[in-house]
């Protein structure tokens, strides 16, 4: 079945360390997307891209970053700049070009908490 | 720019009732439109989405929505409220911009199903 999987869904850190959460598809999508989700504020987008070996800023990319080597896997990495980084985090995909409606494809997420 | 306005962030109905949960819309241009339904601690799954074809669109589980161009609303309903319906929806947008769309997301409507 083709899909979107993230991995770890639970990750527990301390503070100052570096996390890297896993997102990979099988969808063959050229775009791919993380969000960040808190209570009462919706998903805000830290990167997105849309083709291998480039990526831009969302609106809230201050201490994350990504990889975008291959067109199935778009890794993200939370540092230890970003100052409140105990979140869900949701990778997504979708189709590029022509037929592109803007639907997304969402994985399960992953819920880091750093204590 | 788009944007999306969800209003009511906590909505309860009693099981058997008529579910309504609303959405408007700002866009600069035909818009295409969906409604992401999240059960906790797992990723979006599209309901339903509107891509200017019929007005009122048909989803899974029973949902539907109407798209109305002179409200700028796309309110989501489900005539008969299951136990199995609370979770949290989200209403998105999306501009037709030749195959380069991005969803812009609202906060969120949490739906309590009351016993």
């Known amino acids: 079945d083709g899909g979107i999987t993230q991995s770890p869904k639970y990750l527990f850190r301390k503070e100052g360390q570096n996390v890297t959460l896993s997102c990979e598809q099988n969808?063959?999508?050229?775009?791919m997307y993380w969000y960040r989700q808190d209570p009462g504020q919706g998903l805000r987008l830290i990167y997105y891209s849309q083709i291998v070996n480039d990526f831009q800023k969302g609106d809230i990319a201050e201490g994350y970053s990504v990889s975008r080597e291959k067109k199935e896997s778009f890794p993200l990495t939370v540092t230890s700049a970003q100052k409140n980084p105990t979140a869900f985090y949701l990778c997504a995909s979708s189709i590029m070009g022509q037929g592109n409606t803007g639907e997304l494809f969402f994985g399960e997420g992953s819920r880091l908490t750093v204590l | 720019a788009q944007s999306v306005t969800q209003l009511g962030s906590h909505v309860s109905v009693s099981e058997g009732a008529l579910v309504l949960l609303r959405c408007n819309y700002s866009s600069s241009v035909p818009p295409y439109l969906f409604w992401y339904v999240q059960y906790p601690n797992q990723g979006l799954q599209l309901l339903l989405k509107?891509?200017?074809?019929?007005?009122l669109v048909k989803g899974i589980n029973g949902f539907e929505a109407e798209f109305k161009k002179s409200e700028t609303s796309f309110h989501l309903t489900k005539p008969s409220a299951h136990m199995s319906d609370a979770a949290e929806y989200f209403c998105a947008v999306s501009e037709s911009n030749f195959g380069n769309e991005k969803l812009t997301f609202g906060t969120g409507t949490r739906l309590t199903i009351i016993p």
């Open positions: 509107y891509t200017s074809a019929a007005t």
């Open positions: 969808l063959n999508h050229d775009a």
